[in-house]
């Protein structure tokens, strides 16, 4: 999936992309390049550590979303598939 159909699956409306669902989803996927990257570079700990700060800002992002509307943070977490 691209940027732009990132932005028009989760955005709530055209052109969002400041809204946590979108932002998540974002991070979700950059999160998945670089994972597949230090699969095959198992040494890159730059990228290891750009990870971590990923990761932490998509928890943060998700603890938000979870604070202020459980339904929306449900949804997107289904969507995302991000817990079992």
């Not at 990257?37 to 979303?65: F, I, P």
């Amino acid at each position: 999936m691209e940027k732009r159909e990132i932005v028009e699956k989760f955005g709530r409306s055209p052109g969002d992309t400041g809204s946590p669902e979108v932002q998540v989803a974002l991070l979700t996927k950059r999160i998945e390049h670089m994972s597949k990257h230090l699969e095959a570079h198992k040494k890159d700990h730059s990228t290891r550590r750009g990870l971590m700060k990923l990761v932490g800002q998509r928890r943060y992002l998700l603890r938000y979303l979870s604070s202020r509307d459980r339904g929306r943070y449900q949804s997107l977490i289904a969507a995302l598939g991000l817990r079992k």
